[in-house]
């Protein structure tokens, strides 16, 4: 095979040497394609990004602008209020200063010293005075329930006549007669003596009583815990119980703990035993004599 010429080396040297540089500018575009595809990919991203910024920057615009309707309605609602409390106030302050300056007015001050002088606050003859005058309205009221009970005392002899009236006045007065008020009292001494001690001293008095009473509901409540397995702190449980309930409901409710807690702590009863007697063994039961018929 013949030496290839020197021309021909040349130019087998300078094609390696274009396809080499080809191949390099071929690298060198698709690493600018790939910066350029970066790039955009940015740019598209940086753009989503601005909108949406853009888009929360709208939204917080108008809640903003919303937020500051709504402030300034309630701004004048609170100044509408306050406008009108005002001229409720200089109403008002207008209406007591035309009472201070009536003549009625003035009236009611002068008769206002004069009972301040002759009876001051606090004084024997003021309290006797207001005790008085307690009396008279107390003496009122019933002569006011006497006169509704007349009137109908009078409807009803009206409309049954005087026998059933007289009946229905007596029985009135029985009931009246007959109602008197339950003496808690003597009703616990006399049931629970035991639990009471001061009842037969001569300086026995209210306050020593209602003391008495009340360490003696504490114990029965200790007891009546302890029972029931309660943890409870029983001054305050009666504390509340007090607080919860009137006098004569309070002293009915300890006659119902003191029952309880004799209840509780009684021994217990052994039952009857009853020994069993065969049936032959019972007395026979005599028949029923027959009547016979007229």
């Given at each position: 095979m013949p030496e290839?010429?020197?021309?021909?080396?040349?130019?087998?040297?300078s094609h390696?040497?274009?396809?080499?540089t080809v191949v390099h500018l071929l690298e060198q575009i698709s690493r600018r394609d790939q910066r350029i595809a970066m790039a955009t990919e940015d740019t598209q991203r940086q753009k989503r990004e601005i909108s949406l910024q853009a888009a929360r920057i709208a939204g917080l615009e108008n809640a903003a602008r919303i937020a500051g309707l709504e402030n300034a309605a309630q701004i004048a609602g609170l100044e509408q209020a306050a406008r009108i409390l005002n001229a409720q106030y200089s109403e008002k302050e207008q209406k007591l200063a035309e009472i201070t300056n009536?003549?009625?007015?003035?009236?009611?001050?002068?008769?206002?010293?004069?009972?301040?002088?002759?009876?001051?606050?606090?004084?024997?003859?003021?309290r006797f005075a207001r005790y008085l005058?307690?009396?008279?309205?107390?003496?009122?009221?019933?002569?006011?329930?006497?006169a509704r009970l007349a009137q109908k005392t009078r409807e009803f002899l009206?409309?049954?006549?005087?026998?059933?009236?007289?009946?229905?006045?007596?029985?009135?007065?029985k009931?009246?007669?007959?109602?008197?008020?339950?003496?808690?009292?003597?009703?616990?001494?006399?049931?629970?003596?035991?639990?009471?001690?001061?009842?037969?001293?001569?300086f026995f008095t209210s306050k020593k009583w209602k003391d008495e009473?009340?360490?003696?509901?504490?114990?029965?409540?200790?007891?009546?815990?302890?029972?029931?397995?309660?943890?409870?702190?029983?001054?305050?449980?009666?504390?509340?119980?007090?607080?919860?309930?009137?006098?004569?409901?309070y002293y009915q409710m300890l006659e119902d703990l003191f029952s309880f807690e004799q209840f509780i702590t009684a021994e217990p009863h052994k039952n009857?035993?009853?020994?069993?007697?065969?049936?032959?063994?019972?007395?026979?039961?005599?028949?029923?004599?027959?009547?016979?018929?007229?």
């Open positions: 290839p010429t020197l021309e021909q080396k040349d130019l087998s040297k390696s040497t274009m396809q080499l009536s003549k009625a007015w003035k009236i009611v001050l002068f008769f206002r010293g004069i009972r301040e002088r002759m009876l001051p606050i606090g004084s024997p003859q003021g005058l307690q009396g008279l309205k107390n003496i009122y009221h019933k002569l006011k329930r006497l009206a409309v049954n006549g005087a026998g059933k009236t007289l009946l229905k006045i007596v029985d009135w007065i009931f009246i007669l007959t109602k008197k008020k339950r003496n808690y009292r003597s009703v616990l001494i006399n049931k629970f003596p035991q639990k009471f001690n001061t009842h037969g001293s001569p009473v009340d360490s003696a509901a504490l114990a029965a409540l200790r007891e009546v815990l302890t029972h029931m397995k309660m943890s409870v702190s029983e001054s305050n449980l009666l504390d509340a119980l007090k607080a919860a309930f009137a006098e004569d409901k009857p035993v009853f020994e069993i007697i065969q049936t032959a063994q019972l007395p026979k039961h005599a028949e029923p004599t027959r009547r016979r018929r007229i």
